[in-house]
């Protein structure tokens, strides 16, 4: 699943290939929104802002109309000068947005929607999102609060990525904040001191942004079972955790 940088970094091309730019021709070529009429109800619209929340990106259309976006698993947007060819087949794509110079393409949805503006600010599912990891002012208070509300027995790994508790941090980042903050993923979130879930944040946003502005900062144990630990030499493990069923990643040796 895509996480928050990789979302926040398709706003930032999506913005510069669309926003102040003619749009000239709007296409929806998967069956589920043929009939949407998009085209019609977006035309001589032009795009006022793109941003993004967590793992949702939003088109920001005038006249409050806002296009919302979750990739799930297996989504992509994509940019591309007009001519080039398209990073996946054009028979999955469910969005086409084209400028003179520009094609936004938004393959394998699945979740993709032509909302209001105030839809986007009340609907309860973006309203119950925690702090997005990626805000310049991320609200440590309120990730606390929403961390402790949740279920004090759940591995602290699994309550990382649920978005109610932080929105944008996912599978990458939960294994190189723990590992970086030297928190076993595993332990129950009651034993988890404040101190030690907010070094977690602190370690991931840096790199986290620098991931946005285009620079991989690398990887110390994700995806890396049985290599040894870069800081102690320990062969790292993997596995799951609680309901998560997507695979951690720790060093027995240096993350307690």
């Not at 939960?174 to 979130?189: H, K």
Request: glycine share 8%; net charge positive.
């Amino acid at each position: 699943m895509p996480e928050g940088d990789t979302i926040h970094r398709a706003a930032r091309r999506i913005e510069a290939a669309l926003v102040g730019k003619e749009i000239v021709e709007i296409e929806t070529p998967h069956p589920r929104h043929r009939l949407d009429r998009w085209p019609d109800r977006l035309s001589g619209r032009a795009v006022r802002a793109v941003d993004a929340r967590g793992k949702h990106l939003f088109l920001r259309f005038e006249g409050d109309l806002t296009l919302h976006s979750h990739l799930r698993m297996g989504g992509l947007w994509s940019v591309h000068r007009r001519g080039e060819q398209w990073r996946r087949s054009p028979r999955r794509a469910w969005l086409v947005i084209r400028t003179p110079d520009h094609e936004v393409v938004q393959f394998d949805g699945p979740v993709l929607e032509l909302v209001t503006d105030a839809r986007t600010r009340f609907d309860q599912q973006l309203a119950g999102l925690g702090p997005d990891v990626l805000d310049r002012d991320f609200d440590e208070a309120r990730f606390l609060a929403r961390l402790r509300e949740d279920d004090q027995t759940r591995p602290f790994g699994d309550a990382l990525l649920d978005q109610r508790n932080v929105a944008g941090l996912g599978n990458i980042w939960r294994a190189e904040g723990c590992f970086l903050a030297r928190v076993d993923p595993r332990r129950p979130t009651a034993q988890v001191h404040d101190d030690e879930a907010l070094a977690v944040i602190r370690e991931v946003r840096p790199r986290m942004a620098r991931s946005v502005a285009g620079e991989w900062p690398g990887v110390s144990v994700y995806k890396r079972t049985g290599r040894p630990c870069p800081r102690c030499g320990t062969a790292i493990e993997s596995g799951g955790l609680g309901d998560d069923n997507r695979t951690a990643y720790w060093c027995p040796g240096c993350q307690m």
